[in-house]
């Protein structure tokens, strides 16, 4: 399902430092910018890639998760996400029987969906770093322990890329 993930082998540090979950226990938190390395910075810049929206999702293990689209209008909404913490987790994406209904978060709205209105179409236990394709339905599944991903956007020319834009600019990248 290359059209859904990409496991990612990217040239350069992502972070200045470790990466401390304990400065995120909230389950969504903006991610701190500083922390991202200046080599990753000039690396996008490279690619003519400017970064978007970074947020951090905090995920505990056995707590089922909604399933949702990221983005209420687009259904082609790639992110790349960094995923830390010892548990094994798995993304899943779901195909909607239905339409869903539109949910207010922080950064936004979203479309959440019930579980008996989709029907699953991928999982896998996610790498990390790898480039998802979060215009469709999905949620994730955790298993022993905490898990934190931090997810982000980007945008050529002020406008977001398409999966398949960022796959190609990512593709000497790709596993």
């Known amino acids: 399902m290359k059209n859904l993930h990409r496991e990612l082998k990217l040239p350069v540090p992502f972070l200045t430092k470790e990466f401390d979950g304990m400065q995120y226990l909230s389950p969504y938190q903006r991610f701190n910018k500083s922390d991202i390395s200046i080599e990753f910075i000039d690396w996008l810049s490279s690619l003519n890639l400017v970064l978007g929206l970074t947020e951090v999702f905090l995920s505990k293990p056995n707590t089922y998760y909604r399933i949702h689209q990221d983005h209420t209008t687009l259904t082609d909404f790639p992110k790349i996400n960094w995923v830390f913490g010892k548990s094994t987790s798995y993304m899943n994406w779901y195909t909607p029987k239905t339409t869903g209904f539109i949910y207010t978060v922080e950064t936004g709205q979203s479309v959440i969906y019930a579980k008996e209105d989709v029907e699953l179409l991928h999982s896998i236990e996610l790498k990390s770093p790898s480039l998802v ?43």
């Open 133 to 175: 394709q979060a215009g469709l339905p999905h949620n994730i599944t955790v298993l022993k322990d905490y898990r934190w991903s931090i997810s982000t956007t980007y945008k050529r020319n002020n406008k977001l890329l398409t999966y398949n834009e960022m796959l190609e600019t990512l593709n000497p990248f790709l596993y």
